[in-house]
Nanobody, 122 residues
């Protein structure tokens, strides 16, 4: 089991940047692929980005490709989502999650954080 806590959300103007962090507890963090998902009001949760256990492979939703970067530090038990060139449509609650496999599907992820709000104003 791994417990996850997100931080770094906030209010930013369109075109700005935010850096989300996810702190994980548990000795086995380095064995888990990690993902970021988001959910906007009235919408289903959607995949944002994922990274494999050693950071060597990552995957992004088309809507964020080229603007967002996922990374991890297994020594610090953290995974980070750097978000640049933010758009109003990026407004959502962002969640980090741990999985047994590198996946874009939320049902593959068993452990979830509580989420952090990101609001992008136009």
């Amino acid at each position: 089991q791994v417990q996850l806590v997100e931080s770094g959300g906030g209010l930013v103007q369109a075109g700005g940047s935010l850096r989300l962090s996810c702190a994980a507890s548990g000795r086995t963090f380095s064995t888990y692929p990690m993902g970021w998902f988001r959910q906007a009001p009235g919408k289903e949760r959607e995949f944002v980005a994922a990274i494999n256990w050693n950071g060597g492979t990552s995957s992004y939703a088309d809507s964020v490709k080229g603007r967002f970067t996922i990374s991890r530090d297994n020594a610090e038990n953290t995974v980070t989502l750097q978000m640049n060139s933010l758009k109003p449509e990026d407004t959502a609650v962002y969640y980090c999650a741990a999985s047994r496999v590198l996946s874009t599907r939320d049902y593959d992820y068993r452990n979830w954080g509580q989420g952090t709000q990101v609001t992008v104003s136009s």
